[in-house]
């Protein structure tokens, strides 16, 4: 589903279940944008064939927790693309494995008591990444133009980066989560939750009209504004 677009980018939000990919489209080069949980591959490579998608340029990890890298290893097996992110945690990928972060509310305590009680969820692992690169080289190459920059965020996780286009889209990961049903903003998980309201003052900063997150629909300013308030 095309989401924002402009003279130079297009962005396309690929939701499989409850998680969600973008491909940020300039001009031939598609980059994908996080890859979901293993377990929704099959899923995201339909909805790829659906946009038509044939060749993935670079694959782009916002953070490295399993259930935004889970495909990384074999989309970028599948179109020889390579795979970038925050160097921070690059041997965790290497190795492939995360550590679950904090929870801040009984729904998400019980999601990771059952990621350490349960194997076969596997929320703490994913297929290595062998070859991760510094999204930095990506930006510096060239392949996007000057309308694409990182921002480092770190409420969520101490790697998070969040992806700006143009100056008017932001691709935010898990910044926040933003469900209908909810109608509001939050973020369930954070490893520094005394900084959520600082990231998404940092966020709001950059004067963006839409903000894509991991989880739920994009947000217009006006509901990160409103998140801030309260």
């Known amino acids: 589903m095309l989401v924002w ?13 409850s998680y969600n990919c973008y491909i940020l489209n300039c001009g031939e080069r598609n980059i994908l944008i996080d890859t979901g949980i293993k377990f929704i591959r099959k899923a995201l490579m339909k909805r790829l064939k659906k946009l038509n998608i044939k060749s993935i340029s670079a694959v782009v990890l916002t953070h490295f927790h399993s259930d935004h890298v889970g495909n990384a290893a074999y989309i970028a097996d599948k179109f020889n ?30 999601v990771n008591s059952l990621s350490r009680g349960f194997g ?60 209908p049903v909810v109608n509001k903003i939050t973020l369930p998980w954070a490893d520094h939750p005394e900084q959520i309201a600082d990231s998404w003052r940092e966020l709001l900063d950059l004067n963006c009209g839409i903000y894509c997150p991991g989880h739920g629909t994009p947000a217009k300013r006006k509901a990160l504004e409103k998140a801030v308030k309260f």
């Open 120 to 179: 076969f969820i596997h929320l703490d692992c994913f297929d290595p990444i062998p070859n991760i690169r510094d999204v930095d080289e990506l930006l510096a190459s060239g392949m996007l133009g000057d309308g694409v920059r990182k921002i480092s965020l770190t409420a969520h996780t101490d790697d998070s980066i969040c992806i700006l286009v143009d100056n008017e889209a932001a691709i935010v990961g898990d910044a926040f989560v933003n469900y």
């Open 81 to 110: 693309c390579p795979v970038y992110a925050s160097p921070v945690f690059a041997e965790w990928l290497r190795k492939g494995e995360c550590v679950m972060p904090h929870s801040n509310s009984l729904s998400s305590s019980i």
């Open 5 to 17: 677009q402009n003279e130079n980018y297009r962005i396309f939000k690929l939701s499989c279940l």
